[in-house]
């Protein structure tokens, strides 16, 4: 069984930034790829980022292509997530993953994660 826990979240205005944090209590996570989601109320959840179980492949949502960037440190077992020039319509509940079904690269699909941490919320408004 492993457990994620989000943190970082918070409220800042447009066109500032926020680093996501993600700790894993398993060292296993270390072999698999995670990723980064977000929600916003009546929405499904939607892709963000993703990185490989190395941290050398990584890809992203169009809508964050340039601003946010994904990275891991896997002596810490943290996944992190750092956003930069964000805007009103980044707000939402974002969300850990890990995929420990394979050992691939990583997946925007939402059904190939089986670990999700609980959501940390980040609001953008002035």
């Known amino acids: 069984q492993v457990h994620l826990v989000e943190s970082g979240g918070g409220l800042v205005q447009p066109g500032g930034s926020l680093r996501l944090s993600c700790a894993a209590s398993?060292?296993?996570?270390?072999?698999?790829?995670m990723a980064w989601f977000r929600q916003t109320p009546g929405k499904e959840r939607e892709f963000v980022a993703l990185?490989?179980?190395?941290?050398?492949?990584?890809d992203y949502a169009d809508s964050v292509k340039g601003r946010f960037t994904i990275s891991r440190d896997n002596a810490k077992n943290t996944l992190y997530l750092q956003m930069n020039t964000l805007k009103p319509e980044d707000t939402a509940v974002y969300y850990c993953?890990?995929?420990?079904?394979?050992?691939?690269?990583?997946?925007?699909?939402?059904?190939?994660?089986?670990?999700w941490g609980q959501g940390t919320q980040v609001t953008v408004s002035s």
């Open positions: 990185i490989s179980w190395s941290g050398r492949s990584t």
């Open positions: 398993e060292r296993t996570v270390n072999k698999y790829a």
């Open positions: 993953a890990v995929d420990t079904l394979d050992y691939g690269l990583g997946s925007p699909v939402r059904g190939e994660y089986d670990y």
